[in-house]
Nanobody, 122 residues
Framework: QLRLVESGGDSVQAGGSLRLSCVVGGYTYTKYCVAWFRQAPGKEREGVVHVDMDDNVTYADAVKGRFTASRPNAKNTLILQMDNLKPDDTATYYC????????????????WGQGTQVTVSS
């Protein structure tokens, strides 16, 4: 079982930057995949970045070149550096993870954090 805690959400102006953090606790001594999703009011949840069990990273087209995911020395932490933020990036951002290979390959996740709010004003 994994426990996820996000932090770092805030209100910024367009063009600004934020750094989100997801701390993964629990059964972390085995491989797992992890991702960031976001959901804006009235919109469906969408994947932002996926990190597979081998630390390969894929980004949604909407954030390529602006967002960077990384796992610093503490492997149980996933950082999302968000630069050149746009009003369309306004959403609640969720961290998600899974331990199962098949689910990771399909970018499906069973463990979710509580979310952190990002608001970008124009």
């Amino acid at each position: 079982q994994l426990r996820l805690v996000e932090s770092g959400g805030d209100s910024v102006q367009a063009g600004g930057s934020l750094r989100l953090s997801c701390v993964v606790g629990g059964y972390t001594y085995t491989k797992y995949c992890v991702a960031w999703f976001r959901q804006a009011p009235g919109k469906e949840r969408e994947g932002v970045v996926h990190v597979d069990m081998d630390d390969n990273v894929t980004y949604a087209d909407a954030v390529k070149g602006r967002f960077t995911a990384s796992r610093p020395n503490a492997k149980n932490t996933l950082i999302l550096q968000m630069d050149n933020l746009k009003p369309d990036d306004t959403a609640t951002y969720y961290c998600a993870a899974d331990l199962r290979t098949a689910w990771c390959r399909s970018k499906s996740y069973v463990y979710w954090g509580q979310g952190t709010q990002v608001t970008v004003s124009s």
